[in-house]
């Protein structure tokens, strides 16, 4: 069997700019919510037998009590953070397993599910659903692999090394170094994807980085500078690998087979009804625009 782990944020997300805006019978806005269902139950008519989809339930984890500017909702439309509870309750119904994440992040839940279903030796392959460039450390040989749903690219350990320079192990440190914006940790200065990829691909982590860039024997430009940086703010740096770094031991659940779909559930008819029932909002014509503008 192959299982199947979704990004549920990114699919909120990337669906909330897709899809036109829709409101249900209780005012709510649901348009991401509908794409996102029929994007799921799309992948169960293509043969998907087990499955989990994890969500960010809060958007704030532990890491904001780490760093001051981790990433947080501020920013984030209403219309888009609203719909994260309609998301999980309606794939719930629809018989999927969800993982709301409160103290951890989506991104948790991912790595750690993907750990507990690899042990499983029944499981052919393990496929995580996300862009993510975080969720590459938790890729390993092709049992556990990433899959872009978006463009169908597919990254086993060695896609993942072509593509970043370092293998899994070092994804962590790699954005450690690095910074991601997205996530709201600045990186070191200096330290951009080429130099951190150059140096980390022969040593690994950070802590095995030697003082000297003289015992670096590596082709990156601005050394010195770089070696000086990271000397004085290694700790920083540690701390933003912390950051980065995916906790792979949340206990999700005991068995694999508690991942098998097994269809909808009675819930879901009056679920169902609402979503299709819900009013889609009509975007001004070209005519109208033309008025407006007059």
Known sequence: MKVYLVDGTYELFRHYFAMP???????????????????????????????AVATDHVVESFRN????????????????LEQFPILEEVLAAAGLVVW??????ADDALASGAALAARDKRVEQVVICTPDKDLGQAVTGSRVVQLNRRTGAILDEAGVTAKFGV??????????L????ADGYPGLPGWGAKSSATVLAKFEHIERIPASCGDWHV??????????TLERERERALLFRTLATLKADIPLFKKVDELEWKGPTPEFDAVGRLLDEAKIEKKPSDKSKARRRG
């Open 21 to 51: 805006k829709a409101r249900d019978a209780k005012g709510r806005e649901v348009g991401a919510v509908r794409g996102v269902l029929a994007s799921m139950l799309a992948m169960m008519r293509d043969g998907v037998t087990h499955i």
């Open 219 to 228: 082709n990156v430009a601005n050394a010195a500078t770089l070696a000086d």
């Open 178 to 181: 690095m910074g991601d914006a």
């Open 65 to 80: 009590d780490l760093w001051a500017g981790y990433k947080t909702g501020e920013g984030v439309e209403p219309d888009l």
């Open 167 to 176: 293998p899994p192990a070092s994804i962590p440190d790699y954005l450690a």
């Open 100 to 105: 709301p994440m409160v103290e951890y992040e």
